[in-house]
């Protein structure tokens, strides 16, 4: 997969579809997607304003899918923490159940 840069909502819609199509097709325990998945890799300036909170919109919309296909999902993400300032490049991996299992934040 490769992110369209600062395309939040065409990179989650995108990430949905693989879930969906790749579980239709084979018994699978973990989808893994890239770093940045959501928001492309190159994003500059505007990374801290595509960066969100954990959970949040991505994190909800794709522990749907996983929980809908009892899968395992990894994916990255800008994740913006309580002071909005500070954004973390983080890995987000979510359970079979739709419940975010851990998160690791890059340093």
Known sequence: MAPRLGEVEANLERMGRWVESICR???????????????????????????????????????????????????????KQKVESVVYDSAVLIDSQGEVHTTYRKV
């Open 25 to 79: 097709d084979q018994k699978v325990d973990l989808i893994v997607f890239p770093e940045l998945a959501t928001t492309g890799y190159e994003c500059g300036v505007r990374f801290a304003d595509l960066a969100e909170r954990i959970p949040g919109h991505v994190v909800n919309y794709l522990a749907k899918r996983a929980a809908d296909f009892s899968v395992h999902l990894a994916f990255g993400l800008a994740e």
